[in-house]
């Protein structure tokens, strides 16, 4: 099994600057993708970056576009989001998640969410 642990989370100002870390362990896989969702209070969890684990190819919604930034580091098997300009509307829960196939869709495993909160 993947086990999926992140962290980073915590009580920001709108404008200021956070960095998600998610730490994989257990079982790996040759193109797999991981990916940052987001779920704001009473509203469903939206999907809003990726990065394909092999090559780094990314994708961002518009919602972030050019303020979060994500990453990995093969070595400490752990993929970043950093999220600059934050904004009340970032507040929420954020996962991550393994997609075991690269480019394909839907998420297979998921970490237990690290709550951001944004303040004015």
């Known amino acids: 099994q993947v086990q999926l642990v992140e962290s980073g989370g915590g009580l920001v100002q709108a404008g200021s600057s956070l960095r998600l870390s998610c730490v994989r362990s257990g079982r790996t896989f040759e193109n797999f993708a991981m990916g940052w969702f987001h779920q704001a209070p009473g509203k469903q969890r939206e999907e809003i970056a990726t990065i394909t684990w092999n090559v780094g190819k990314t994708w961002y919604a518009d919602s972030v576009k050019g303020r979060f930034t994500i990453d990995r580091d093969k070595d400490k098997n752990t993929v970043y989001l950093q999220m600059n300009n934050l904004e009340l509307g970032d507040t929420g829960v954020y996962y991550c998640?393994?997609?075991?196939?690269?480019?394909?869709?839907?998420?297979?495993?998921w970490g237990q969410g690290t709550q951001v909160t944004v303040s004015s």
């Open positions: 998640a393994l997609n075991v196939v690269a480019d394909t869709t839907g998420y297979d495993y």
